[in-house]
């Protein structure tokens, strides 16, 4: 009875902040829609409370969303707020099909992705990679990455995010045309939304220029970080991983033989990647 009373007033504050972001047409909800661990954090922390439009923060908004949503009722759990709010958004999307949407999504190098997750979820790890005083063991850490690095469908998720999400539900589809590899940002536009996707990697130099042209705005909007792994409690530890970890070149080159690095980043760029993370 409790849980459900929790997925009720989940249900009611989304469909009140839905309702909110849509008032004003003059400025469209944004949505920094993208894969984890790509910096979103950083973004949304930039434009909240200095741009009039609502900014939503989401990775999931496909018919993913309808499976975890059911996975949380069958366990009998509440439905957590920002699923309700992504539900509720995308219900007011397939009744307002002429409204239209600024997205900012973003893209990183593979194996960056890879660390920065495993030390964002460290408990979904099965195997023991904490040290005897309870914090992550560097080589315990480096070890499993290489391990999981290997698998087939290591990068699937990175790999299909943007058909999966982008694609499906705003039908903008980010492989049709070249990726300006210079410029580190594009633009892509269609009936429904305007889209900003950035590499990280960029986001310092570029992001000034870039937002400044998906939201028609003059003046700078500064980048304010967040969630900053080299400034969080296992900084040390995350430092010592990178250090640690080395992939063998047959594996670093099928990495970046991937779809996701072949169309963000130069040869050039491919080859630093390769030269940070991967053994002779």
């Known amino acids: 009875m409790i849980e459900k009373i929790k997925s009720l007033r989940h249900d009611l504050m989304a469909k009140y902040r839905v309702w909110d972001a849509h008032r004003d047409p003059t400025f469209p909800p944004i949505l920094v829609y993208q894969m984890g661990k790509v910096g979103s954090s950083t973004v949304v922390r ?13 990775h999931c908004l496909s018919d993913q969303l309808a499976i ?14 920002n699923t309700s709010l992504q539900d509720t958004l995308l219900e007011f999307m397939k009744k307002n099909p002429v409204q239209r949407y600024k997205i900012i999504t973003l893209v990183r ?21 904490y040290s005897e005083t309870g914090d992550i063991d560097a ?9 999981k690095i290997q698998y087939p469908n290591a990068f699937e998720y990175l790999n299909n995010w943007f058909d999966r999400e982008l694609n499906s539900v705003f039908d903008i589809d980010v492989f049709a045309e070249d990726f300006p ?14 889209v900003l996707l950035i590499r990280l990697e960029d986001l310092d130099t570029k992001w000034s220029e870039a937002i400044s042209g998906l939201l028609d ?17 296992d900084a040390i530890a995350y430092r010592q991983t990178l250090d640690a970890l080395r992939i063998d070149i047959q594996t670093c080159e099928k990495i970046y033989a991937g779809r996701l690095a072949r169309h963000f980043y130069s040869d050039s760029m491919i080859e ?9």
Not at 139 to 147: I, M, T
Not at 224 to 229: A, D, K, L
Not at 272 to 280: D, E, L, P
């Open 68 to 81: 975890n949503k059911r996975t949380h009722e069958e366990a009998g759990r509440p439905t957590p707020y």
């Open 272 to 280: 630093k990647m390769k030269s940070k993370w991967c053994s002779a």
């Open 46 to 58: 930039s434009l909240k409370g200095v741009v009039p439009n609502r900014v939503f923060h989401f």
């Open 217 to 233: 705005i003059d003046g700078a909007i500064p980048l304010e970080y967040g969630n900053v792994r080299k400034e969080s409690s």
């Open 181 to 194: 590899k210079d410029q580190g940002y594009a633009f892509y536009h269609n009936e429904r939304a305007d």
């Open 109 to 129: 190098d593979p194996i960056a992705f890879f660390v920065s997750n495993l030390f964002q979820n460290p408990w979904l790890v099965g195997e023991n990679i």
């Open 139 to 147: 080589v315990k850490a480096a070890l499993y990455l290489n391990q």
